[in-house]
């Protein structure tokens, strides 16, 4: 199983340009996540999905929007990037019950 | 007060030795727990489940105190590859985990 796997894994943008984060899971998972990090910040919730077609605000949606058109597929947009979203994207995905996640490698997003 | 509090280290300790990590907790209906192991620009993986009074793995031992609401983490005999950032993590029942910040090791030669 390949698990959970965010494309792409480092892109550079100008302020102002757009880009969408894909994440896509083979494990069947209800719910998916978006989370940046940042240094001394720990990881902070965007936005997340408890299933096909819902999407809910996380701790720091703004600039960002998302979609959930498919079950495995969960993306993350930025329709004009500006440098204080210069960060490591982390998607998750996680089964319904006390379950823990299952993180993607991450994409390395710099905006100058 | 941040959910989950950690202690962010750098804990610096020597290879073989004995090391644990403590994180608080302030949400009481935390009903399961998690540490997760981060390397440096890596992705976190999971390393233990914490469900009830504690778990315990090969070198890796998980205790839960509900009454003082805190979980700690014991490292036994440390390795070189040990060192990591370590993250304590919350299931309150609502849809998305609460993380702590981390708590960084450093196993040295």
């Known amino acids: 199983n390949a698990g959970v796997t965010q494309t792409p894994k480092f892109r550079v943008l100008k302020t102002g340009q757009s880009m969408t984060l894909l994440c896509a899971q083979d494990?069947?998972?209800?719910?998916m996540y978006w989370y940046r990090q940042d240094p001394g910040m720990g990881l902070r919730l965007i936005h997340y999905?408890?299933?096909?077609?819902?999407?809910a605000k996380g701790e720091v949606p703004d600039g960002y929007n998302v979609s959930r058109l498919k079950k495995q597929n969960f993306l993350l947009g930025l329709e004009s990037a500006a440098p204080s979203q210069t960060s490591v994207y982390f998607c998750?995905?996680?089964?319904?019950?006390?379950?823990?996640?299952?993180f993607g490698s991450g994409t390395r997003l710099t905006v100058v | 007060r941040k959910e989950v509090e950690q202690d962010p280290g750098p804990f610096n300790v020597p290879e073989g030795a004995t090391v644990a990590f403590n994180c608080t907790y302030s949400?009481?209906?935390?009903?399961?727990f998690f540490w997760y192991r981060q390397d440096c620009r890596k992705e976190p993986k999971l390393l233990m489940s914490?469900?009830?009074s504690g778990n315990e793995d090969g070198r890796f031992t998980a205790q839960l105190n509900r009454a003082s609401q805190y979980i700690s983490l014991l490292i036994r005999d440390s390795k070189l590859s040990d060192s990591a950032t370590y993250l304590c993590?919350?299931?309150?029942?609502?849809?998305?985990?609460?993380f702590g910040s981390g708590t960084r090791l450093q196993v040295q030669p």
């Open positions: 998750a995905s996680r089964r319904t019950g006390n379950y823990g996640y299952t």
């Open positions: 999905s408890v299933g096909e077609g819902t999407t």
């Open positions: 993590v919350s299931d309150t029942g609502r849809r998305a985990l609460t």
């Open positions: 949400n009481s209906a935390s009903q399961s």
């Open positions: 494990m069947n998972h209800e719910y």
């Open positions: 914490v469900y009830s």
